[in-house]
């Protein structure tokens, strides 16, 4: 799991220039992190090119966490 949370981290900083400290399982993307739709958006596209997945658009209705996308990954990979 550690890794998903580092390639996240890395896509973060790689896509949307945003470099954050460190990230848990509940570090939300819109209210800590600051994201938008748009940001999110083009987060999950970059997520799905790195690890080959796709990511269905209701699934992205969620609570946007780092937990829940390691789970999208997990589940997939």
């Not at 992190?33 to 699934?59: K, Q």
């Amino acid at each position: 799991m550690e890794l998903i949370v580092k390639s996240i981290q890395k896509l973060l900083k790689q896509t949307l220039n945003v470099s954050p400290v460190s990230l848990i399982d509940s570090t939300d993307l819109r209210k800590d992190l600051n994201l938008v739709d748009w940001e999110i958006a083009y987060l999950l596209n970059a997520i799905e090119r790195a690890w080959h997945i796709s990511i269905a658009e209701s699934e992205t209705n969620e609570t946007m966490n780092v937990k829940y996308l390691m789970e999208l990954v997990s589940n997939q990979a």
